[in-house]
């Protein structure tokens, strides 16, 4: 019977893949230093640890059939922050991973390794990360053994994971309808840049429905490809707020749009079952509008302003 080590399994993600694991009467632990949550709630086996102190992990690793590594410093603000740390979490711990497990290994890595492509991308197509948590994701992938991993290549995420991890507001279709709830207005600067995007939901269903079937090496994994404005619109037609639009470019320069027939030809993902971008718009705007987060704002809920506050209590280190 498989036994599931999930690393970093107390964040937003992780949060749904707990979720379906316990659903699926799949045994796990979870292993967490707890960098964003003050405390960890849900009533399963945890281990509070770092993903830096190799000797207790290789330690561990032993007693598990399967690994879900989730564990990341994540987004391009959050890893410039430290990007000593960044690369020691994100580059080589995974490395250590590799080298002293030889179980199945799921990992997370990022559709942010395309960079910028106008035409459509899949998994063959040249990667070219600009920021240092695309360039850290790709290194992490490099280490992995084709043989016993499966990576996914993750759009955007967006919507509520689940009762107890914290919602990053910090994400697209997540930020967009939070200020659309509270300021009754959205800025779309340029518009025309592609995101792939997919819910937190899906990402956790691709991942433990794949757990112990056949299929290996990378698989980009989204359920729409949208330009912003076209977002921005869905989010307005929603939420009734206004969209304000100006031609100045966004310092963001990322620009993709992914193809997953990889995925769907192998049967990593059910496309009619998948949320939508409007599931997501609704979720939020239940979150919001019940009072269940009273300050959409608190850095809390965003990665970089988390990392930041961290930082200057000398903590992120």
Not at 95 to 122: K, M, P, W
Not at 233 to 253: P, R
Not at 279 to 306: A, C, M, P, S, W
Request: contains cysteine.
């Amino acid at each position: 019977m498989a036994k599931v080590l999930v690393v970093g399994g107390a964040g937003y993600i992780g949060g749904a893949i707990t979720e379906l694991l316990i659903a699926e009467k799949i045994p796990f632990s979870v292993y967490d230093s707890l960098v964003y949550e003050p405390h960890y709630l849900k009533k399963v086996d945890f281990i509070r640890g770092d993903v830096r102190d190799a000797g207790r992990l290789s330690g561990l690793l032993p007693g598990y059939t399967h690994v879900i590594w989730l564990a990341a410093i994540v987004g391009d603000g959050a890893c410039e922050v430290n990007p000593e740390l960044t690369v020691e979490v994100n580059q080589e711990a995974v490395r250590s991973l590799a080298e002293n497990y030889h179980g199945r290994i799921v990992f997370t890595s990022t559709c942010s390794v395309y960079g910028q492509y106008d035409a459509e991308v899949d998994e063959e197509s040249p990667v070219q990360p600009l920021s240092l948590y695309a360039k850290t994701k790709l290194a992490a992938e490099g280490f992995l053994h084709e043989e016993n991993s499966l990576i996914f290549r993750l759009g955007t995420a967006f919507g509520v994971s689940d009762t107890y991890s914290r919602p990053r507001m910090d994400l697209v279709v997540n930020y967009m309808t939070t200020n659309a709830l509270t300021k009754g207005e959205l800025s779309v600067f340029g518009g025309t840049q592609w995101r792939p995007l997919v819910h937190v939901k899906d990402i956790a269903q691709a991942i433990v429905h794949n757990l112990e079937r056949p299929v290996r090496g990378v698989y980009n994994l989204a359920a729409a490809n949208l330009q912003i404005k076209d977002l921005a619109a869905i989010v307005s037609e929603m939420t009734g707020c206004k969209v304000k639009c100006t031609e100045q470019k966004f310092q963001d320069q990322r620009n993709y749009h992914v193809s997953c027939r990889k995925a769907l030809r192998d049967g990593i993902f059910n496309p009619h079952t998948m949320r939508t971008v409007q599931d997501g718009v609704r979720e939020i705007t239940e979150l919001v509008g019940l009072g269940r987060i009273k300050q959409t704002e608190d850095e809390v809920y965003f990665n970089v302003r988390h990392a930041e506050k961290l930082k200057a209590y000398g903590q992120f280190a």
